[in-house]
């Protein structure tokens, strides 16, 4: 019989984390590493699975808080660490973790990174969010004219004490981003793992700071010279163009790799847009409904007319129904629905990377009116969420 118990006792983190780590096929976390991973057990419900005395699986939903199409904040659990041991995978350990979890969370909605494309919909989180691989020709990208503002290098003491503060200014830039805990910083800012020869530059525009960007460079055996992308953060459009030509400009790059958007505009800023190249589409943000009529009217729509949507949650039934959305915002009602969809659809088309008519024609999705509920659930940006955990 598996009994899911909530973690509270520093003794038992690390052999949650060792346990994590295993099922992904890593390491147990070193000496050195842990005092870096320790904080972030302090962030969050830490969930484990036993049979018996032993642990055989883990969970854990970090506080955060998540940006909404219309821009509104709202309270958001990030869940990671999910793994089961691997003699003791399926036999029902993940689904008993899910549930009490998603039965006893606090946040009106979660999101996960998924390990595979087939976990996650089962237990109500829907495919909402894709990124955009892009590898950049930086000898031949030339960005014409001047930078508007001024770029400066920061110490890296300086950019650790920094980053968190920035990062809250404009990190929340787009449906899909959310806010960052102290455990995931104590990681981040760890320099003891390969994080010595990373770079962080701030923009500074005419009312102060409003950008800024993390990067490394490498050097590989044919002495090509490769930069990553780390971490990178605007308020304006004049600090996204001085920030790309601060490092486009930079000797001795041969490329830069970077995760963008769908719908960033990067390749216009280049005499010749063919240096940007998509190199992969990956699904990044599972998003999970946990309180549908709260999440439906955090948001806000556009369009010109209403549908009534039905919802099914087999998991948190409190959540079935039906609501009206319409361009004023979102209530439950009785009347007759246009759409049926289960909750992991509902999450996949919340943020506006999917539509109605793209679940419809796949045969995911019943009803009519795909249409005007398309125009509701648009958005002016497609989701993105820069923060991995
Ligand atoms: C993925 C993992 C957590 C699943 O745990 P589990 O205890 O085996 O899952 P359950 O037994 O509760 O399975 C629930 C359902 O999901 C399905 N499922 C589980 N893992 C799956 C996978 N990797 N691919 C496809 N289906 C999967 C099961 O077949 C089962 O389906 P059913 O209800 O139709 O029978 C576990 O296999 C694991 O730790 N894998 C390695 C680490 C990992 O990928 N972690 C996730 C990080 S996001």
Redesign the pocket.
């Known amino acids: 019989m598996t009994e899911i118990r909530v973690l509270t006792d520093e003794s038992q983190y690390r052999a949650h984390n060792t346990l994590f780590r295993r ?2 096929h890593w390491g147990p976390p070193t000496d050195e590493q842990w005092p870096a991973v320790l904080p972030s057990y302090g962030d969050g419900r830490v969930l484990a699975a036993f049979e018996g005395d032993e642990m055989v ?1 883990t969970t854990q939903s970090f506080d955060s808080t998540l940006v909404v199409p219309g821009g509104a904040v709202v309270p958001h659990a990030a869940v990671s660490r ?3 041991r691997a003699d ?9 973790l899910m549930r009490e979890q998603l039965s006893t969370l606090q946040q009106p909605v979660a999101t ?5 494309g ?2 996650y919909g ?1 237990f109500g989180y829907g495919l909402a969010g894709r990124v955009r691989f892009l590898r950049i020709d930086a000898r031949k990208a030339v960005i014409p004219g001047s930078p508007a503002g001024r770029v400066r290098m920061l110490d890296p003491d300086t950019a650790d004490k920094l980053l968190p503060e920035l990062h809250s200014e404009f990190g929340l830039n787009r449906p899909g981003q959310i806010s960052r805990w102290p455990g995931w910083w104590a990681r981040e800012l760890d320099r003891k793992g390969n994080g010595e020869n990373r770079v962080t530059v701030v923009h500074s525009g005419p009312d102060g700071d409003d950008g800024y960007v993390r990067y490394k460079v490498t050097e590989d055996k044919d002495f090509k010279h490769h930069m990553e992308v780390e971490d990178f953060a605007w308020a304006g459009a004049d600090a996204w163009r001085d920030l790309w030509i601060y490092l486009t400009r930079l000797d001795l790059v041969d490329t830069i790799e970077v995760d963008a958007a769908l719908d960033d505009p990067l390749n216009w800023l280049f005499e010749d847009p063919r240096v940007v190249c998509t190199k992969d589409v990956f699904d990044q943000i599972w998003l999970r409904l946990v309180d549908v009529p709260r999440m439906l009217a955090a948001r806000t729509y556009s369009g010109t007319e209403s549908v009534v949507i039905e919802v099914h949650d087999g998991l948190l039934p409190a959540n079935s129904g039906r609501y009206r959305i319409s361009p004023d915002g979102a209530e439950r009602v009785e009347a007759q629905a246009d759409i049926t969809v289960p909750v992991d659809l509902l999450g996949a088309v919340y943020l506006g990377d999917t539509r109605f008519s793209d679940l419809a024609a796949a045969k995911r999705i019943e009803g009519t009116r795909f249409a005007e509920a398309d125009a509701l659930f648009a958005g002016p940006v497609a989701p993105l969420c820069s923060t991995f955990f």
């Open positions: 099922a992904m699986g999910v793994g089961v003791y995978t399926r036999r029902g350990v993940l689904s008993a996960l990174r998924a390990s595979e087939r976990i089962r």
